[in-house]
């Protein structure tokens, strides 16, 4: 299975440390197409529906027509045995919030 940039997929993110996001829940792919063919993890953004409207380093998106916000404050790099059915692809609106939102928290200064 190809594995895109800003698909979103089933992920299992058990066993879970301390604070993380656990249990299956979707998850959007946000590394490159050209690493996701060459490695065998994708670095993942977790879906939550425990929405924080204040928070800024979450984004407000919709999956299936349910309301959820992607938390980039719980970016990892997970294996592809990780990932199951592919729900979706985020909006052109949300993938560039989603853009912008991972520059200012991870680009270089």
Known sequence: ????????????????RGSELRKTRPA???SLDVLN?????VVVC????????DWR???????K???AEIATDQIRAVSKSRLGKKL?????RDTAALRRLLGEMYGAE
Do not use: C
């Open 65 to 67: 027509g349910r309301s």
């Open 28 to 30: 959007v792919i946000v």
């Open 37 to 41: 063919q060459a490695l065998e993890t």
């Open 1 to 16: 299975m190809a594995f895109k940039r800003y698909n979103i997929h089933w992920v299992n993110l058990d066993p879970l």
């Open 57 to 63: 380093s979450r984004i407000s998106a919709k999956v």
């Open 88 to 92: 979706g692809s985020l909006s052109a």
């Open 46 to 53: 977790p879906l939550t529906t425990r929405l924080h409207p």
